[in-house]
């Protein structure tokens, strides 16, 4: 079994100040985490994804995210909001080879960056 | 490669009509999914599929069905469509290989039930 928690429904942050985007997970499974953001009325586009190697992982657009196992986290960060980085997040969690490969949502964050 | 794609983008349908949701890859992915959104909600799975003839239910599968002929396409059945229904369907394939994992959405069905 696998569940993922977003810790916040809604972040409001200033233009140039840092975002944090918690996710707390349990899973059953060996997991691979991502993060995903979408646009309003727009599909799904990976951010960033932790698959067993690295635990402090970059992606896209100055997103990063660290995995901590002993707190069952994977919290996403970014040093600096900018205005385009309004949307929605999910925090997803994945078995790595097992469980047909299933995935499970968090129920969103929604991030706003005020001028 | 166009990725994953869905067909129609948009769709009104009455109650109690059928429909059927069209999604094709062309990644050679094994894994396919479905996954209905609600407004303000995540994803929630509705089937999946490892590989041609082989589909299984996922969360929410009560209203649909599918089938998986070959390993590109993945068709999603509403019979009898209810106003429950009205949501925004994504279609999603992966491949548990080389480091991936990760799954390749499509653009989305936006279904409305009246």
């Known amino acids: 079994a696998q569940s993922v928690t977003q810790l916040d429904s809604h972040v409001s942050v200033s233009e140039g100040t840092p975002v944090l985007l918690r996710c707390n997970y349990s899973?059953?499974?060996?997991?691979?985490l991502f993060w995903y953001v979408q646009h309003p009325n727009k599909g799904l586009q990976l951010l960033l994804k932790?698959?067993?190697?690295?635990?402090l992982v970059k992606g896209i657009n100055g997103f990063e995210a660290e995995f901590k196992k002993s707190e069952t986290s994977f919290h996403l960060t970014k040093p600096s909001a900018h205005m385009s980085d309004a949307a929605e997040y999910f925090c997803?969690?994945?078995?790595?080879?097992?469980?047909?490969?299933?995935?499970?949502f968090g129920d969103g964050t929604t991030l706003t960056v005020k001028p | 490669n166009a990725g994953v794609t869905q067909t129609p983008k948009f769709r009104i349908l009455k109650i109690g009509q059928s429909m059927t949701l069209q999604c094709t890859q062309d990644?050679?992915?094994?894994?396919m999914y479905w996954y209905r959104q609600d407004p303000g909600m995540g994803l929630k799975l509705i089937y999946y599929?490892?590989?041609?003839?082989?589909?299984d239910k996922g969360e929410v599968p009560n209203g649909y069905n599918v089938s998986r002929s070959t390993t590109e396409d993945f068709p999603l059945r509403l019979e009898l469509a209810a106003p429950s229904q009205t949501s925004v369907y994504f279609c999603?394939?992966?491949?548990?290989?080389?480091?991936?994992?990760?799954?390749?959405f499509g653009p989305g069905t936006r279904l409305t039930v009246t």
């Open positions: 599929s490892v590989g041609a003839g082989i589909t």
């Open positions: 997803v969690v994945s078995a790595l080879n097992t469980n047909a490969g299933k995935s499970t």
């Open positions: 999603a394939s992966k491949i548990l290989a080389g480091g991936s994992y990760e799954q390749y």
């Open positions: 899973s059953s499974y060996s997991p691979s």
């Open positions: 932790y698959t067993s190697a690295a635990t």
């Open positions: 990644m050679n992915h094994n894994y």
